[in-house]
């Protein structure tokens, strides 16, 4: 099943498979529910009018974002060339404990079609294409959907502790368009692609395989879920595998499109 959210006259409406479902469901109740509670609750509900427009982000006002950092090889490498403290990423790939971070709340969050920003105190951004998990309030990984971890390399690099400023700022989160309902085990080996474009060329494409992580997708959503309480789900990124190379930044009015499992995330730098 394929969920995406729309705004109409009566407010935040959730479709299934292109059919809106009754008015008052959100994601958050259907996130408080274990997982075949709330698959079958979906699977019971009628299916109303056919959703019209474009969809908004999937991740509501109320929920939060978290990403996970080194997972793929090509990260630690890439981390580790932009930093002046570059060991320090290599013992995060190697450790037990994988990075955590907080990345937005839903109010801030982007959806397909709408802008991503740069920060104005940088001169050396990319985006992170990342699959990013949706996790219910009993930790248990329900389905998928495309992130864009919007980072500034420069900042990160001076000094790690910067990571914060690298990573949270308005427009620095990308999520959509929808939910793709399945198991973890259904996530092992999804294609991952990126391609920017500026004034109708392809100035960067890239591909990579959630195969490539070095972490199983339930181990980072254990980690995040250990000494934190999630009573309405949350959205946890988990890494990107594709880099561009280190003298590309995005420039304003660049479109960054993702995509993973048949569904594209674009957004247009702002």
């Not at 109409?8 to 109740?29: E, F, H």
Request: proline residues 6%; glycine residues 10%; hydrophobic residues 40%.
């Amino acid at each position: 099943m394929y969920l995406t959210r729309y705004v109409t006259a009566q407010g935040s409406r959730w479709a299934a498979d292109g059919n809106l479902l009754p008015a008052g469901v959100t994601l958050a109740g259907l996130l408080a529910l274990p997982s075949d509670v709330m698959n079958a609750a979906l699977a019971a509900m009628p299916q109303m009018a056919a959703a019209e427009g474009t969809p908004v982000t999937p991740v509501e006002p109320s929920l939060e974002v978290w990403g996970s950092g080194v997972t793929y090889l090509r990260s630690r490498e890439a981390r580790e060339a932009e930093s002046a403290t570059a060991d320090v990423y290599q013992k995060v790939y190697d450790a037990a404990r994988p990075e955590l971070f907080f990345k937005s709340i839903g109010w801030r969050v982007s959806g397909s079609g709408q802008p991503v920003r740069i920060r104005k105190d940088t001169t050396w951004n990319v985006p992170e294409p990342e699959l990013t998990l949706v996790i219910n309030a009993f930790g248990e990984i329900v389905g998928y959907t495309i992130g864009n971890d919007m980072s500034s390399r420069d900042i990160e690099g001076e000094n790690p502790l910067y990571l914060p400023q690298a990573k949270t700022y308005t427009g620095s989160c990308a999520v959509g368009p929808g939910i793709r309902l399945c198991a973890g085990a259904d996530m092992a080996d999804l294609t991952i692609q990126l391609q920017i474009e500026r004034a109708a060329q392809i100035v960067f494409s890239g591909d990579t395989s959630t195969s490539k992580m070095k972490r199983p997708l339930q181990e980072l959503a254990g980690y995040l879920y250990r000494e934190l309480d999630f009573p309405h789900g949350a959205f946890l990124m988990t890494g990107t595998g594709i880099v561009p190379p280190d003298d590309f930044t995005l420039a304003q009015g660049d479109i960054v499109r993702i995509s993973i499992g048949g569904y594209s995330l674009e957004n247009q730098v702002a």
